[in-house]
Structures are given as C-alpha cells and as structure tokens.
C-alpha cells in the first residue's frame, strides 16, 4: 500500500505512549514543522519534516496542529426517548437522585429504549456518534443500560455492533439499575444469563456496574463484576457519583479497567487510586450539567494516578455531545493543564478501555489524528462552542464531517 507523507505541521503533539500517571501526564512532545508518514492505516514515521523521508503520495496540511485523535472511553449514546422535563425539573429544585428514586430519570430512558427497535436504536444513535466523531473522538465506548430487560440490554449491543462498521466503538454491557422487586433474582439472572451469552457472542469488551445507593450495593458489584471477569470479560464501574460506598475501593481490588464519575470521592479514594492501575475517569458534562461537585481530578493527578476524561454523553446527566468540550471543561472544572487534559483525552482514554495501540503518534500506532484550525495545539483546550478542529483522520484517512445533528 502507498505510503503518505503528511506536511505542513506547524506543531505534531503527542502524549508518550501507554497509560501516563501523575506528572509525566504534563510531559507532551511538542516538534515544530513536523510531518507525520502513514502507511497501512498506521503511523510509520513521526518528526521533523527536513529529516523526513520520501513518500510517493504528499500531502501538505496547510501549517496546522496536529494531536492525536480523542478517544471517549465513556459513553451512553444508544437510548431513545429524551429527558427534556426532567431537565426542567432539575432547574427548578428536584434532584436528579430524588427524579431516579420517584421512577424517572434513567427508569424513564429504560421505558422509551424498550419501545425502540434495533434499527431505531441505531437511526437514533448515528447522529450522536456524528457529533463525538467530528469534535474529535475517533474511538467511542458505547455502554448498554436502559434495557428493562435483557432483550433490550442486548439490542442496544447490536445497534452498537452495527454502529460499528461506521466507527471505532468499544461496546460495554451496563448494569445500571435493578428492577424494582426481585433484585437478588435479577442479580443472579445477569450473571448466570445475561453476562455469559454476551460474552458467547462478542456481543461487549468489558461489563459496567453502576454503584450507588439508587442502583447497586458494592455486595451486589462485586457478584456481578467477578461473574463478567469470570467470563472474559474486562471490567469498569460508575462508582462515588453521589455517594463514596466503596466501589472505588472494589475497582482497585479487582484490577478494573477504570473507575468513573468520582465526584464524591476524598482523600482515601484518591490514594487507592493513587496505588493502583485502574484508571480514574473524570466527566466533567456531568459536573456542568447536574451542577455536581468536580471529581478530584487535580488531586488524582497530585497523587499520581492515570487520570482519563470523558464525556458521559447521556440523556440524563450529561448531554456533552463533543469529546473536545469535554477536553476543554476538564481544564476549567477539573482544574487540568491543557497538557495533562490532553493526555487523559488520549493515551489515558485508550487505557481505560484496555487499548494499547493508540492514543500517541508514534510509529505502529494506528494513525487517528486530528488537524486544528490552528498552528497553537492549545487552541484544542481554549475553545469553547466553536470546534477547533479542522479534520479527523481515521487509520490514516480523512473523515468527512457529517451534515446531521443529534435530535
Ligand atoms: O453516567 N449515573 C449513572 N449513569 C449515567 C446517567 C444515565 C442517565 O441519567 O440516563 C451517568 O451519569
Ligand atoms: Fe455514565
């Protein structure tokens, strides 16, 4: 296959690949009027464009930045109906916590989901993942959980499965919350139904649980996590959002991918996390959208732990259609280096999914990457409510942005 020679950089930005912690999240590599040689979908060659090497086919760029494509590790982007009253609820005083106990709320998501077929799942999808995809986010984690019912559960993992063949997604079989009678019963179904047939059928990477008093006790959690890791699958929890219940503590027990949410996690939490591999995923959309207190992320990153961003695109707590804002609000609400901002975006990001091959330029790593309308990478963090980039590029090649927008 040709290779392409890509020119005209005013600045190539990368994080070093791997998971970064701590401090080394700051250390970016940043070389000016670089270029970037792709071939076969991934990255052959990165530096200074006078010591580049020839290529039969270049492409100049036009003096831009380039980073690295976004990769959102956490998404909710299969749902239908929409929670447009609850929002104005919200605004008016009532919580989202007393809107979920009340039988709103995600029970409200899962009422509408259930009505939906695979294909109006996937038609309502679509649009979304358009969104993430032209703000930068050239891989997305899809999570199922507003299925009532585990054949809901599992259309949400085919409409992402379909999904799949238009864009890089990471499909994560959710457990949000229990039915209202049964729950042991239901606990025991999931396990022994529900985790090992998705994982027969490939149908998720990895098994979520949402751990909180208006979902699942970390008793609970912890049967449904061991059961997911017994059948191969990898494993991620929403943990702290509300209230600290342990979870966070169970992640860093079971070596889970990472841990989400964290807004109400303190100084134990941060040092668990601190000594451990799991990753510790921020989203600040929910801190905006549901005017909750930040996760600790300066705090995290203080420690020296992996911290990763995402938006958390939902319905409910986080209508963040754009990996970029999510970039850009970890800086100003989480309180970020747009550097270490970049990295959880990235390299981070790909860790909390267990991806090792990308989120870096560097050679062999697959070749997702953006171009900014800028010659300043910053400008990637310093936008807000305009895009600041220019062209995505997916395993070398462009992606044209897409005319549609989320209902
Ligand atoms: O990550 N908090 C739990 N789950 C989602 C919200 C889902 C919803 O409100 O529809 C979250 O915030
Ligand atoms: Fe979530």
Known sequence: MTATLYTGISQLVTPRPGPQRGRAMRELSVLTDAALLVCD??????????????AADEHDLGGVAVVPGLIDPHTHAVWAGDRLADFEARVEGVSYEEILARGGGIRSTMRATAAASEEELAALARPRLHALRDSGATTIEVKSGYGLDFGTERRMLEAARELGAEFALLPTLLIHVPPREGRAEYVRAVCEDLIPGVAREGLAQAADVFCEREAFSVAETRTILEAARAHGLATKLHADQFHTLGGVELACELGALSVDHLEASGPAQVAALAASSTVATVLPGVTLH???????????????????V???????????????????????????TPAEALTACTV???????????????????ADFLTLHSADWRDLAYTLGANPVRGVYVGGHPIHPSKETPP
């Open 41 to 54: 979908g991934r990255i052959r060659w990165a530096g200074r464009r006078a010591e580049a090497p020839r």
């Open 348 to 366: 981070n990001a790909a860790a909390a999914l267990g991806l090792g091959d990308r989120g870096a330029l560097v050679p062999g790593a697959r």
């Open 310 to 336: 995402g938006t958390d695109l939902n319905p409910g707590s986080s209508p963040l259609f754009s990996a970029g804002l999510a970039l850009a609000l970890a800086v100003r609400l989480c309180g970020l």
């Open 290 to 308: 549901l005017g909750l207190p930040t996760a600790p992320a300066r705090a995290l990153v203080d420690g020296g732990a992996c911290v990763a």
